[in-house]
């Protein structure tokens, strides 16, 4: 089907690491995306892969990608506070379209 | 990468009446697109704006409800039409930087009431 889909909610403690995972649908995607967005603020762009790719390290952000299975995680070492806002997989779909297709987003929280 | 302007930031518009919203892209970019976020919701691609010839629509929208335009590599406008307080959602614009992804605009906040 069309979906990208994502668990709606994680829970982390400050300091600890957060996983956020989705799983996509195209398997000729050649982009995956992850996008942040805080409270009344815009997409902010945190990282892609190419699909040719396992694994992509930037910081703190880890994002591993499982090809056979369709799975994408974002992995955020040492959560802050400021990281708690929501986080959107996306794929994107290489027909002729060249659209963009989201996940539903999963909240992060971030306690103290 | 390229840098989104986007206007109005927010608006709040009275049913049955309509709004342009603007994006002005700072470089020529070939592939434009604006999505909808509806209230708590992900973001849905409402049509891919083409420069020289017409919007290509996604289903569930279309361009007596939503006419863009592209008149140039820079700049597109999107008009919601006949508002009704379901058009109330955060619209878009998003350009593809080749080997970069998605940049988007910061948004605009519409309010229909």
């Known amino acids: 089907g069309e979906d990208v889909e994502q668990s709606l909610f994680l829970s982390v403690r400050e300091g600890d690491s957060s996983v956020i995972n989705c799983t996509y649908t195209?398997?000729?995607?050649?982009?995956l995306y992850w996008y942040k967005q805080e409270p009344g603020a815009g997409l902010q762009l945190l990282t892609y892969?190419?699909?040719?790719?396992d694994m992509k390290q930037d910081q703190r952000l880890t994002v591993l990608l499982n090809k056979k299975d369709k799975h994408l995680s974002l992995r955020i070492a040492d959560t802050q506070t400021g990281d708690s806002a929501i986080y959107f997989c996306?794929?994107?779909?290489?027909?002729?379209?060249?659209?963009?297709?989201f996940g539903s987003g999963t909240r992060l929280l971030v306690r103290p | 990468s390229a840098v989104i302007s986007q206007k109005p930031s927010r608006d709040i518009c009275q049913r049955g009446t309509s709004l342009t919203i603007q994006c002005q892209v700072d470089?020529?970019?070939?592939?434009m697109f604006w999505y909808r976020q509806q209230p708590g919701q992900s973001l849905t691609l409402i049509a891919t704006?083409?420069?020289?010839?017409?919007?290509?629509?996604e289903s569930g929208f279309v361009i007596d409800k939503f006419p863009i335009s592209r008149p140039n590599l820079t700049f597109s406008t999107l008009t919601v039409s006949n508002m009704s307080p379901e058009d109330s959602s955060i619209y878009l614009c998003?350009?593809?930087?080749?080997?970069?992804?998605?940049?988007f605009g910061s948004g605009t906040r519409l309010t229909v009431v």
């Open positions: 704006a083409n420069q020289g010839s017409e919007a290509t629509y």
């Open positions: 892969i190419f699909s040719n790719m």
């Open positions: 195209d398997s000729s995607s050649t982009y």
């Open positions: 996306a794929e994107l779909r290489m027909d002729s379209s060249y659209k963009l297709i």
């Open positions: 470089s020529q970019v070939t592939m």
């Open positions: 998003t350009i593809l930087v080749r080997d970069y992804g998605y940049t």
